[in-house]
């Protein structure tokens, strides 16, 4: 990839990511959190949630530090928030799976 397009992918992340690094952290560490998503084969963590985690190793890194797995994520997350937020449900959001479900990928639609 080209800096031009790791820069076009970070412009893309942060405006996909709009939790900070603590905020998505707390999050992680909520029941609710833990309770949406499909989980991966016998770990008992779902996939949003790993994600989560290297969201906030992302975010927490200067833009130098960051490696080609990490662009590779940020493309991931940038595609799962797109998608999944298209599927919005009617009524309120507020204590929703598909919400949980977004913030696990460091997004807050109630923001």
């Known amino acids: 990839m080209s800096d031009h397009d790791d820069d076009q ?24 959190s833990k309770s949406v998503g499909q989980k991966k084969d016998g770990s008992g963590e779902s996939t949003g949630h790993e994600s989560g985690r290297h969201i906030v190793r992302i975010l927490e890194k200067k833009k130098a530090d960051l490696t080609d797995d990490d662009y590779a994520h940020m493309r991931k997350v940038v595609g799962y928030v797109k998608r999944h ?19 696990n990928w460091g997004n807050d639609p109630k923001k």
């Open 85 to 103: 937020s298209a599927q919005k449900p009617k009524g309120d959001i507020t204590d929703t799976d598909w919400r949980y479900s977004l913030m």
């Open 9 to 32: 992918t970070r412009e893309d992340f942060d405006d996909a990511v709009n939790m900070t690094a603590s905020e998505l952290k707390k999050w992680l560490d909520t029941d609710e």
